[in-house]
């Protein structure tokens, strides 16, 4: 149960703080839209946070690939990494992300932001309906844009856009190297 109810309203929403939903964030503010971005977890980076510790590799794979680099934003935020934490140290990486987020211009960040359900209206997202666990809050953060940034496709699922778990099968696409039949598995079952 929430104890205070806010709404809000912006140009654009992007559901995932993740890196892909980072920099579309910043991308958008940069570009003067007035900006939202919420992440379930209390830090930003998704994978690339201290809570996974799973390492940018970009398209230099590592400096093995010669004269390939990231560019924009996701370089900017690599470069300063690289300037103020030379051990990779993940806690610091966090502050760093953190900290791009926090002082763009145009953007506000909900952390440890649930979003529990969707506001649809002639077939669009008009709002999403979001707790707050730290302050309490449900929040109604509404938009004229939605970005789904949440790695699983969550955001579109709730608006009923059409989703699937697993690979579909060679003849669906014509990808000679697809599985034969369509399957339900996931990078998980690939360990078993």
Known sequence: MSVRKKAAQYDLVVVGGGLSG?????A??????KTAIIQNRSMFGGNASSEIRMHIVGANC???KADL?????????LLENK?????????????????????????TSYLNTNVDD???????????ICHQNSTETELTIGGR??????????????????????????????EPTAPEQPNTDTMGNSLM
């Open 62 to 64: 590592h400096s093995s």
């Open 83 to 107: 300037r103020r934490n030379p051990y990779s140290v993940f806690p610091v990486f966090d502050m760093i992300l953190w900290e791009k987020i926090y002082q763009q211009e145009n953007l």
């Open 145 to 174: 844009i939605f970005v789904d940034a949440t790695g699983h496709g969550t955001l579109g699922v709730m608006a009923g856009a059409a989703s699937r778990i697993g690979s579909e099968g060679r003849s669906e696409f014509n």
């Open 69 to 77: 680099r990231e560019t924009g934003i996701l370089e900017e935020i």
């Open 22 to 26: 980072m920099c579309a964030a910043i």
């Open 118 to 128: 969707v506001v649809m209206e002639d077939g669009r997202i008009r709002a999403v």
């Open 28 to 33: 958008a503010a940069r570009n003067g839209a």
